[in-house]
């Protein structure tokens, strides 16, 4: 029994991508392309059919560019959402309420870019100018005393959320050995072949105390593009259907992007908290009914407060969770089985999508058993998203 | 001890005068207009014609400042405008590395100047190695400071006319350590002084970095509600009041988080570098750089004193000194 008119009205019938890289030597839109038309052929759906396009910031590559190259000819909603990897799950979302309410039958939602190779979001440096738009004044409070990564923000709650519960460097690191296994065994991945242990995990230099560069992410190139369209439709098509059992996107009080530094608690994700608790009203499912989940994981730290938002265990206990082993390989809850945005590839949290798909599907490479609910989480530290993916 | 034939190869070189190196457009309207607005110069003697001529400068004169835009080459790299020399003025460098000196650190840019430039005028300058010092160590390594002094001319019909001159000097060493020479611009040629990245001011922020200035750190509080909130922003989150004043902080605070920032190396700043996320006696947090802390002593909740310092003579900063220890860094 669902409570929402989006649970289970929408699906994903089509997953296309590129290899992921260092230096993909295309265009980003040529990537936009290869992997849209790859999830359309995936799906049996002619380009020709495509009513809606959705993405997210910072894409570069314009929906009209991709219906113009594709032949559509009518194109009836499209949206780029805010917030970059926190909107990663948000277009799925968007495309699904679009198809529910019939004004596109077919939806392509997309995240194409040359992120290594051509720009690079750990830089520090990012030229902020002196107009006083919001973005610019805000980030004043920052920039001049030199914090001025991501990684940096991420570290403020990082230190505290250790300081409050007890967890340690080593629990992060237990976060990258598991992802890192998994990409070990994914071709796709880039660290394909490549596991690391826990010593070469601690032995690894500083980028922003605490976080060692085996906590940070990838950066990469590479494209995904999925296919979603109405759960009716889809049960004609020639893929197993991933019902869109929930999504979300989330705002709470105190919310900045990157640094909510001023909320009277900061060692939570509260708009992860927004999410959860929509997704799980949305499908009426709780954590018990999931089976995996792809937990975003830029940087290692964020992830422990995730597992606590989603309810998979309590406030302060994801290092005991982490300990255990239940989010690797052969544990209990077995998270980001794609080797995550640390081991796979950094394609802005829309190939932990992906990886939902397969699960769902029963087609990844390191598949979990009798997956029927899967959890994707987007972005963390800004306005957010989530999805609850799962068979029909 | 530096090697004698360095020493010879290098002495050789000094005085050396190189060729010229064109402007590629004359000093013109538009460059000058979109420097100002990059740079934050809002002097309308740089772009408002009628306001120039009404000037003792008596019409639109370019910020002296910009003196080294106008030669500079093009987007690609060594794109110099056409007629410019082919000598590499930076050759010595190259000779002293050949000897083991690796590294390269941009130490002075000086800018002296004769006269104003004008739109129309068409530049070029010339360089000479003005010197080369004996073997130094720092705290960087040990080498040779040289200084490339380059002089900016106008080409007059009747005689070209020198209008200013760039001192420009470089550290040329052998790290002492190798973290050192990783820290170390690379490349020279466009290595002036990094400066501190300026905070973007709107009207509802502007008290804040004044209050900086006039050494006074300001938290804003709504005048209907009493809340104090920072970061500062145009209306209560309390009560939406849109009246607010500000009050000043005592300075005392302690440590809520903090970081240590280590990787990517980001001029001008030292690293590693901590950074607080402080709070303030008066309840409300701020992040600021944190002084006079040794790594091991650094843990949340631990006191700490505000003090502020003026960046590149220009940007006034709160910082945050650990009370338990001296004042000395």
Redesign the interface.
């Known amino acids: 029994m669902t409570q929402s008119s989006l649970s289970g009205s929408a699906a994903i019938v089509g997953l296309g991508a590129t290899e992921f890289s260092k230096n993909s030597g295309r265009t980003e839109l040529r990537l936009a392309l290869e992997a849209t038309l790859a999830a359309l052929k995936d799906a049996g759906i002619d380009p020709s059919e495509v009513e809606g396009f959705s993405s997210y910031s910072v894409d570069k590559v314009p929906e009209y560019e991709i219906a113009r190259l594709l032949g559509c000819k009518d194109v009836k909603f499209f949206s780029q959402v805010p917030h970059g990897g926190g909107a990663a799950c948000a277009p799925i979302m968007h495309a699904a309420m679009a198809v529910a309410t019939g004004v596109a039958k077919v939806v392509v939602v997309y995240r194409a870019m040359n992120e290594r190779s051509w720009y690079r979001f ?4 990012y030229g ?22 991501p990684a ?1 923000w991420v ?3 990082a ?2 959320y250790m ?1 409050t519960y007890g967890a340690t460097s080593e629990d992060f690191g237990r976060v990258a050995v598991a992802v890192r296994d998994f990409a070990a065994t994914n071709p796709a991945a880039f660290f394909y072949g490549k596991p690391i242990t826990l010593e070469e995990h601690q032995a690894s ?6 976080l060692h560069l085996l906590d940070c992410c990838q950066e990469s190139d590479g494209a995904v593009a999925m296919v979603i369209t109405s759960a009716e439709r889809a049960k004609d098509l020639r893929q197993k259907p991933v019902t869109i059992k929930a999504g979300s996107q989330g705002i709470t009080s105190g919310q900045q992007i990157m ?1 909510s ?2 909320r009277d608690d ?1 060692t939570g994700l509260p708009e992860m908290g927004v999410v959860a608790k929509e997704l799980y009203r949305q499908s009426g499912l709780g954590p018990e009914a999931l089976q995996t989940a792809i937990i975003y994981d830029h940087f290692t730290p964020f992830v422990l407060p995730q597992l606590e938002e989603f309810g998979l265990c309590e406030r302060g206990e994801a290092k005991e969770f982490i300990r255990a082993g239940h989010h690797a390989r052969g544990g209990k809850f077995p998270i980001n089985t794609h080797g995550g945005q640390l081991g796979e590839a950094y394609i802005h949290g829309m190939n932990g999508v992906a990886e939902a798909v397969r699960q769902v599907r029963g087609t990844a490479v390191n598949q979990v058993d009798s997956v029927e609910n899967v959890l994707v989480t987007a972005g963390t530290g800004v306005p957010t998203s989530g999805l609850i993916l799962g068979t029909a | 001890m530096a090697d004698s034939q360095l020493l010879t190869d290098v002495r050789a070189l000094v005085g050396r005068e190189y060729g010229r190196v064109y402007a590629w457009d004359e000093v013109n309207a538009p460059m000058i207009r979109q420097w100002c607005e990059i740079m934050g110069v809002d002097n309308p003697l740089y772009t408002d014609p009628l306001f120039a001529a009404n000037s003792v400068q008596d019409g639109l004169v370019a910020p002296p400042a910009m003196l080294q835009v106008w030669c500079m080459e093009g987007f690609h790299l060594n794109n110099y405008a056409p007629g410019s020399t082919t000598e590499n003025p930076y050759e010595v460098l190259k000779l002293i590395e050949s000897y083991g000196y690796g590294s390269v650190v941009a130490v002075n840019s000086e800018l002296t100047f004769k006269r104003n430039v004008r739109p129309g005028e068409k530049l070029y300058y010339t360089t000479r190695l003005d010197s080369v010092g004996d073997e130094k160590t720092t705290g960087l390594g040990t080498g040779f400071f040289v200084t490339l002094v380059m002089s900016y001319f106008v080409e007059h019909k009747s005689g070209d006319e020198e209008v200013g001159e760039l001192l420009f000097r470089v550290f040329k060493f052998r790290p002492a350590n190798p973290k050192a020479a990783e820290a170390a611009p690379a490349k020279v040629e466009t290595a002036p002084v990094v400066k501190r990245p300026k905070p973007g001011m709107s009207d509802d922020t502007r008290f804040f970095w004044e209050g900086c200035d006039a050494g006074k750190l300001l938290i804003q509080r709504c005048t209907q509600c009493q809340t104090l909130r920072h970061p500062p922003a145009p209306v209560c989150i309390e009560c939406h009041s849109f009246d607010w004043d500000s009050v000043q902080a005592s300075g005392r605070a302690s440590l809520y988080s903090f970081v240590i920032m280590h990787y990517p190396e980001v001029a001008p700043f030292d690293h590693p570098n901590p950074i607080g996320l402080i709070e303030l006696e008066e309840g409300v947090r701020l992040v600021a750089g944190l002084v006079g802390v040794k790594r091991e002593e650094l843990s949340i909740g631990m006191p700490l004193q505000l003090e502020f310092k003026t960046f590149d003579g220009e940007l006034t900063l709160p910082l945050f000194r650990a009370l338990s220890l001296p004042a000395a860094e």
């Open positions: 750990g830089s520090g440096s902020f100018a002196s107009t006083p738009i919001f973005e610019n004044v805000n980030y004043g409070w920052y920039m001049p005393h030199g914090l001025h990564t940096s570290g403020m709650f230190q505290r300081h230099r500083w980028i922003c105390e605490p640094t530094f001023y900061i």
